[in-house]
Structures are given as structure tokens and as C-alpha cells.
């Protein structure tokens, strides 16, 4: 291959996996975003997908069963059987709505993006010298990292748009709760499912006061988070109570849970329960910090891809052997998930170093034929001749 030609697949190769990657991710990112701030699962419409229908006599007949759980344990619910009813069936139609409707729209979101990045590289391919190995491998990696940002794009506005309906996720568990304690009351229910549930309502809680377009004012953000850190406290404890003392401390749980459910359908968010606000800022949830690291994590792996995919590139135009430049690659892919990556990505020092080493081995071993022909050359030659010097 050419020098001409190294630098023309060095070029195509920088196009294709430094510049349209990025471009990929930023318009999905503009399509996904547009089209979540339109809000349109709020009342149960959608775009993309035809209406979701909800079993009304299933949901009329779960508010009539969790009525009269509470009032077994006694603790009547000023809720109506209709308005109860009503709350979960918007509530079940909400989060069928967004479940199916974010399938759609990243694939609806995903295939133009594709169909276009295709179409460039399809006349880059055409337009390229020859059709080698080199060019094939760098399409096929510049095509996993266009599909991989429009996923990663498409899955961080999944979470967003669950976050944004977590009120209704939460009435849904809220309902799930005052049912698994009505097996409780036959003997059938399991306290490690209770604790399960407890723990989903707490993240959902948590959720829907934490997303800025539910609340945008910091203010009241603050104060919201406060009473809902305290709620989760109080949940946490009544948990424990479960777990230690068995079905008989369901009837608290159940009076807590009514009055939560009561009040998430009236949607009284300063006073979900009777509980004293922390006067403290609110510590950071377990859901929020994991939020967090994933955000890093995929930002420290396209990062890492496109330096490492930036390096191969500038070593074949500049001619240096890949046997030499995939070490230095393998740092800068790895490197970054080894120092500020979370554990989720699995990469500490030693296996860095590991890695590093074997690559740095291989390449080692590999032009070890050429010198073993050396003492063979001076063996034929001629006596009292040295062999010829370079």
C-alpha cells in the first residue's frame, strides 16, 4: 500500500470514526429530546404506538380489594372505590404507555440516523483505493459506535421519561404492597417481596422529585427532596419491622401505605406521610449515585473508543506497524475505565497492566523469525569473510 493510500484510509478513517459517531449521538440525542419534551404519555396519548388499553373491571376490583385491606387492619382510606379505580387505571395506562413508546421512538429515532451514517460510509468504502482488511475493520468499528451512541443516547432518554412518570409507578406500588399484604393476612405472602417492593417505591419516590422538569424551582426541589428522604426513612423502618417481627407488623405498614397511596393520588407531595422533614440537605440516594456513575462510565468508554480509534488512525497514516500502535491503544481504551471508572466496568490497575503487558509481548514475539536467519548467513559464509555489515 502507498503512502497516498495511508493517508487517504487515514483520513477516511478519522471521518468515519471520530466525526460521525459524535454526529450520530447529537442528533439523537436532538430527536430524542424533542420529542420527550412534548410530554405526550401524560393522558395516556401516544405517537407512536396505538392507545394502550387498560382492563377497567380488573382495576375497579384491586381498588375494592385494597379498601378493604385497610380496613381489615383498621384504618379506613377516605378514597372512593371510583376514585381509586380511576387513579390506578391511569396510573396502569401511563406505564404500558412508556414502556412500549420508548421501544418506538428508539427505533424510530435509531433508523435514520443509521440510514445515514450507512450511506457515507457506503461512499467512502466506494471511494477508497482498494477494498482491504484496514478499511473493512474501520468501517465496522465506526459503525458499532454510531449504533452504540444512538443506544446509549436512546437509553439514557428511556430513564429520563421513567423518572418523569415515577408518581404513577408509584401508585402502581402502592397497590402492590396493600395486595401482597392481603396474602399476608392468608398466610401466603412473603416479607422478602414486601422489602423488594418497599425498596422500588422508595427509588420511585425518589425518582420523581429528582427530575428537573417535574420541579424545576431548586427551592421546592429542595424541600420535596427533604420530606421524601424522610418518607424513605420512614419506609425503611417499617421494612425492618416486617422482616423482624413477621405478619403482625403488617397493620402499620398497611396504615402507612394507605395514607401514602391517599395522598399520591391527591398528590400531596409536601405531606405524603406524617413524618418530621430532615433539616439537613437530603443524602443522596443509592438510585441517584448509580445514575451518576452510569452517565460517567458511558462517557469514559466513547471517550476511550474514539482516542484509541484517533490513535490507530494517525499511526497507519503515518505508516508505523499496528503490531506497534495496538499497545499504546490498549492504554488509551483502558486506561480511563482503570482510574475513573465505577466498579460496574470491572477494571482496576492490574488488570490494566496485565492487559498492557501481554499486548506488549505479543508484539515482542512476533518479529523474532527475521534475526534467527542472521547466524545461519554467517555460518555460509566463505572463511576468514565476516559477514556483511549494514
Known sequence: ???????????????????????????????????????????GRVLFVWPVRVDERLCRRQARRMLAVVRYHGHPMGLTTAELSAALRHATRVQRTVRST?????????????????????????????YDVAVLMVTLVAVYMCGAAVALQASRQSKDWARFVADDAAAVTCRQLLLEFADFARKDGSPVYVEYLA??????????????????????????????????????????????????AVPAFAAAMSVLTERLVQERWLRLLDVADVAEDPVRTETATQQEAAKRDGWIVVGGSLTAALGLGAAATLGIPLAAAVPAAVVFLLGPATLWGSKNLGWSPRDLLRTAQRSVEQTAAQPQAAPEAAPAAAQAAAPGESPAQP
Not at 435514520?112 to 460510509?121: D, H, I, L, N, R
Not at 417505591?201 to 424522610?230: I, M, W, Y
Not at 426513612?233 to 419491622?241: I, K, M, P, S, V
Request: charged letters at 20%; aromatic letters at 6%; proline letters at 3%.
Open 1 to 43: 500500500m502507498s503512502s497516498g493510500d495511508l493517508v487517504r484510509l487515514g483520513i477516511a478513517g478519522f471521518l468515519e470514526i471520530g466525526v460521525l459517531p459524535p454526529l450520530c449521538y447529537l442528533a439523537a440525542r436532538l430527536i430524542l429530546r424533542e420529542i420527550g419534551m412534548s410530554n405526550f404519555w401524560r393522558g
Open 102 to 130: 420508548t421501544n418506538a421512538v428508539s427505533l424510530g429515532a435509531g433508523i435514520p440516523v443509521v440510514a445515514a451514517f450507512g450511506a457515507v460510509v457506503w461512499a467512502m468504502v466506494a471511494q477508497a483505493a482498494a
Open 199 to 248: 425498596g422500588r417505591l422508595c427509588r420511585e419516590l425518589g425518582d420523581f422529585v429528582s427530575t428537573e422538569r417535574n420541579f424545576p424551582d431548586k427551592e421546592r426541589s429542595k424541600q420535596l427532596k427533604a420530606h421524601v428522604a424522610a418518607v424513605q426513612q420512614e419506609l425503611h423502618a417499617l421494612t425492618n419491622g416486617v422482616l423482624r417481627d413477621g405478619a403482625g
